[in-house]
């Protein structure tokens, strides 16, 4: 898969990228909420991110009208957090940030799809590249995939 | 991509075969609500659905705990309609079923990644193959597939 510049996508980042601006970011012009039915469900809209390249289904998190309009602005995905209520830009403090590439809206405007770029080894405060790790088997809920990163040296124990 | 015994799909649906019992089934056995935490959003769980050969997202959709017994149980994707505040197997009446082919979930619980079979062209009650057929451009939202099927024909004019 490409960039939406038709570029080939290079996953190999360096620290010192982390932080640079997505080049996606400038594609976007603002326009208050974008219809999106944010009345629908208490002020939230589901967000699926999804890796760009891979496909794979990263996570879900849930956006307020604010917190969409920082993700279009910055080009980083931010949601708002029921658990703790309040904004969270993911990535802020671990780094792992998720560069928008492309965002879709679905046909009663009340999710967004987001492809996303993810920097660092994974999504998951859990250690893994997607929180999507268990999966149903005779069930159960039998973890499928290897851990990516060691979640403690990122959030020091903390979820 | 392969289904989960190793098989190549076949897309290429007849008639006669919509309404055959998945495969997968066989391989779940039911045990209660999973721990999934339906407490957390008022009874409700989000459903991603992701065509496990393409990887294309289709919909969002949202399970109570009867919802996800069923999904289990028969093999076909059910989901709680806030909107009509009742279940809702996807294509009990437009025949456009999705056949679950994997499900898992996410670190905290509330979110359900199913993969599925999608049968018919698509699963979008307004004619496309994707509920996400509008993709954000220049601050607007543009409609960048093209429509997979006549809604008319399938859903008489109704959503």
Chains 1, 2 share one sequence.
Request: charged share 25%; aromatic share 10%; net charge positive.
């Amino acid at each position: 898969m490409h960039t939406r510049d038709g570029r080939c996508s290079n996953r190999n980042y360096t620290e010192n990228e982390k932080g640079r601006p997505p080049q996606v970011r400038r594609a976007f012009l603002f326009a208050g909420h974008m219809n999106l039915d944010f009345a629908k469900a208490g002020g939230l809209i589901t967000a699926v991110v999804q890796d760009h390249a891979t496909g794979r289904v990263l996570m879900v998190g849930y956006m307020n009208e604010e917190a969409f309009r920082k993700t279009v602005e910055t080009g980083f995905t931010t949601f708002f957090s029921r658990s703790r209520n309040k904004l969270w830009m993911k990535g802020e403090s671990s780094g792992h940030r998720l560069v928008v590439k492309e965002i879709s809206t679905d046909c009663d405007l009340d999710a967004v799809l987001v492809k996303v770029e993810a920097l660092g080894p994974g999504v998951c405060h859990e250690g893994y590249e997607s929180c999507f790790f268990r999966r149903l088997e005779n069930g159960e809920w039998k973890v499928v995939d290897t851990r990516s990163y060691d979640p403690a040296g990122v959030y020091g124990g903390k979820s």
